[in-house]
């Protein structure tokens, strides 16, 4: 769908309508509503990013792995990625509250999404609870916790061991037949020691 308007102009133009009996207002808003349908894996993918975005804490956009859950900017960014999804207004999502604002302030979020597909906006919300409580699901609960942190203690371990063990190779490889066995001896002697 072609964007062809962006929120502050949708807005300016509402605010032009005169409501009369014809109702001028909900036909100017009608038009600027007009996708039917969204297919499956873009919901899902969309109700991800929104659910990565308000549930973890980002530092420079990277998540660090800590989750925040930010219920409010979830809110947020599912309204506007109904009106992007759904209608031809252009959404600037870097400044997402001054548009919601102005939105807001006229009643329209309410009157865009009473105005979509409801068997859309239904589905839509469907999905991004099912995603978010498997967010939680898998990353807030003891066992996922533990696991976190034992991958976590794993990823540690490989990192700090890594370089040791590449120097240790590197020694054996450059180590003759006789130095080996010598090694070997010793190996075996400390682990008799340590079985005891």
Request: charge should be negative.
């Amino acid at each position: 769908m072609d964007k062809i308007i962006t929120v502050k102009e949708f807005v300016d133009g509402y605010k032009k309508q005169t409501d009369d009996v014809t109702n001028k207002k909900e036909k100017y808003i009608k038009k600027f509503v007009g996708n039917n349908y969204v297919n499956y894996a873009t919901k899902l993918s969309i109700a991800d990013q929104i659910v990565q975005l308000s549930s973890t804490n980002q530092v420079d956009g990277q998540v660090n792995g800590q989750i925040k859950i930010n219920s409010s900017l979830r809110y947020l960014l599912y309204v506007f990625n109904l009106v992007d999804l759904y209608t031809n207004i252009t959404v600037d999502f870097s400044n997402i509250l001054e548009e919601y604002d102005l939105l807001e302030e006229q009643g329209l979020v309410d009157e865009l999404i009473r105005l979509m597909p409801q068997r859309e906006v239904t589905s839509f919300e469907t999905i991004l609870k099912m995603v978010f409580d498997d967010f939680i699901q898998n990353n807030y609960e003891n066992h996922a916790f533990i696991s976190n942190q034992v991958q976590r203690i794993v990823d540690i371990f490989t990192a700090t061991t890594s370089p040791l063990i590449e120097k240790i190779k590197e020694k054996v490889e450059n180590m003759t037949e006789e130095d080996i066995d010598k090694l070997g001896n010793k190996v075996e002697k400390i682990l008799k020691k340590i079985s005891r």
